[in-house]
């Protein structure tokens, strides 16, 4: 039996996740419990959505919760290298063999045939997939196309009859039907492979025994398997695990929860207690202890315990938790030297002070005053975020719309977060200072506080994000409809502004046809709406 070899492999496009450290947990406990290896890939092959600072993020992460890997980007391994977008030459030459075996084919079509087609398909209810037009296109037109150096993506030549059979640990047999899935893109035609072909063959080039990773993959496993089939290599085992849940059990989403393990670090959780939560999650040991540490976990693991169904992940089992670890496994002097490498230290210390020395009289001000920079929760009532002459829901949707603004900015600096209010101001025709108001109770708890913006520097992304979270809620909420409608309001009022027409692209993108399925998903992103596989 070849030894036991697993992975993570987290695309850098966002906040580091602890749907990923959930992930990382139980392939590291697997992968122990098996004398075996633990590696770390990066799948950055999405160039538009990736980021190195995300990859950077993802590795301090992983480390801050404790977890190890044996080869990874960042140390190395027989196998790199580790991060895709090095690997993209290995990718093109398993595609032309992929051409040669008849198990791909080039597809020239436009985006504005796929969209229309796609558009069609959507408005007669159908699955929007690709129709395989050039599934059939002849020598010749082949020949004059290339010659011509027409753009062209690669697709899976999906077979149009019969069923897939997957094998999954913990589900057992998994059929589909091929008619179902759709001519997966495998290369784009910038020559960058998609999430199906750089994951499958890292996996057999890298020898992963075993695919343990989120449930929201199952349905892109029929086109895996039938790459391993048309490459005519062994499969791993696969063992999709259960979706983290939020409290009203939709899918955990930062919508209504804080995903990023860096919000867990800064508002001050013990690491080992995050590690320790995400270990019972659907999953028990056989001794049911609750209390237990990686070890612990390693020493009698049985990934045949994993139960499906998804796990709840409740913000305050995760505080009993951390508060068991500081009476029960700390002593006063560790958790003072846990609490100076956290933020009660002279270097976060020194950044709040030159906010602060103007509004204090005595050293005995200080800590009353700026108590928000550490606290975990905030106190305060929903009446003191709506400003005169506005509503809680209009509220929620300015304070939504920061987010919405912030979201994919990879650095928060007070500069950015300023510009960003004040476009919001313009954007919904508010006062600068009513917008401002909100954001001072939201972030801080209170009217008067120390400069807004290079407070919420300070605090870092993950807090702030939260506290607009909270915030939103107090105020009623947002729905997911309600956000939808929120969002279309938000591009009306910007093109409103900014009247300019918006460019064309100039390439065509045949991967418009599968706009459902965005080759990288991040995990708390919405499923691909693949038909559902049949059990
Ligand atoms: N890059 C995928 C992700 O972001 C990896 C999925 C897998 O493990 O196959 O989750």
């Not at 919405?404 to 919001?424: D, Q, T, Y």
């Not at 801080?444 to 120390?450: E, L, R």
């Amino acid at each position: 039996m070849s030894p036991v070899r697993v992975r993570i492999a987290p695309s850098p496009t966002g906040a580091p996740h602890v749907g990923t450290a959930y992930i990382a947990l139980f392939n590291y406990a697997f992968a122990k419990s098996q004398g075996g290896q633990f590696l770390l890939r990066i799948e950055d092959t999405d160039q538009t959505r990736s980021h190195p600072s995300y990859e950077t993020a993802i590795l301090e992460a992983l480390r801050w919760i404790g977890l190890k890997w044996d080869e990874g980007p960042d140390i190395g391994g027989p196998f790199g290298p580790y991060r895709q977008s090095e690997r993209t030459e290995i990718y093109r030459q398993h595609a032309e063999k992929l051409l040669l075996k008849d198990g791909a084919y080039r597809c020239f079509c436009s985006a504005e045939r796929l969209e229309k087609m796609r558009e069609e398909q959507v408005k007669r209810g159908a699955d929007p997939k690709y129709d395989g037009k050039c599934r059939t296109l002849g020598d010749a037109i082949l020949a004059k196309k290339l010659k011509e150096k027409a753009p062209f993506v690669i697709r899976l030549k999906v077979p149009k009859r019969g069923k897939c059979t997957i094998e999954d640990r913990l589900r057992g047999s998994v059929t589909c039907e091929y008619k179902d899935i759709d001519d997966q893109v495998l290369i784009k035609s910038d020559n960058f492979p998609t999430y199906h072909m750089a994951n499958v063959i890292d996996d057999h080039l890298m020898e992963i025994t075993h695919v343990i990773r989120g449930e929201e993959w199952l349905p892109s496993t029929p086109k895996h398997v039938l790459l391993y089939e048309f490459f005519g290599w062994n499969k791993p085992e696969f063992i999709h695990m259960p979706l983290l849940l939020n409290p009203d059990r939709t899918k955990l989403s930062k919508r209504r929860n804080p995903t990023s393990i860096f919000y867990y670090r800064d508002a001050g959780f013990l690491p080992e207690a995050l590690l320790n939560y995400l270990g019972m999650m659907g999953y028990s040991r056989p001794n049911g202890q609750e209390k237990f540490t990686v070890e612990e976990m390693i020493s009698d693991f049985d990934i045949g315990r994993v139960a499906l169904g998804g796990s709840v992940f409740d913000i305050h089992k995760l505080r009993w938790l951390s508060g068991k670890y500081i009476r029960e496994s700390y002593t006063p002097e560790k958790l003072a030297a846990c609490m100076a490498q956290w933020r009660i230290n002279s270097e976060y210390f020194s950044k709040v002070m030159p906010l602060m020395m103007e509004r204090m009289e005595t050293m005995g001000d200080f800590m009353p005053r700026c108590s928000f920079f550490w606290a975990g929760e905030l106190d305060y009532d929903a009446e003191a975020l709506i400003p005169k002459k506005h509503s809680a829901e209009e509220t929620a949707k300015v304070l939504q719309s920061m987010i919405a603004g912030l979201e994919h900015e990879p650095v928060w600096n007070a500069a950015m977060i300023e510009a960003k209010a004040k476009e919001m101001a313009k954007i919904w025709e508010w006062k600068i200072r009513d917008i401002v108001a909100p954001l001072f109770v939201a972030m801080t708890g209170k009217n008067v506080a120390p400069p807004l913006f290079q407070s919420m520097e300070l605090l870092g992304p993950h807090i702030c994000r939260y506290r607009f979270v909270q915030a939103i809620e107090k105020l009623g909420g947002m729905p997911k409809e309600k956000l939808a409608e929120l969002e279309k309001e938000l591009e009306e009022r910007k093109a409103k502004l900014n009247p300019q027409p918006q460019p064309k692209p100039v390439e065509p993108n045949p991967e418009a046809a599968t706009p459902t399925e965005p080759e990288n998903r991040p995990p708390d992103a919405t499923p691909p709406e693949e038909p559902p596989a049949t059990v």
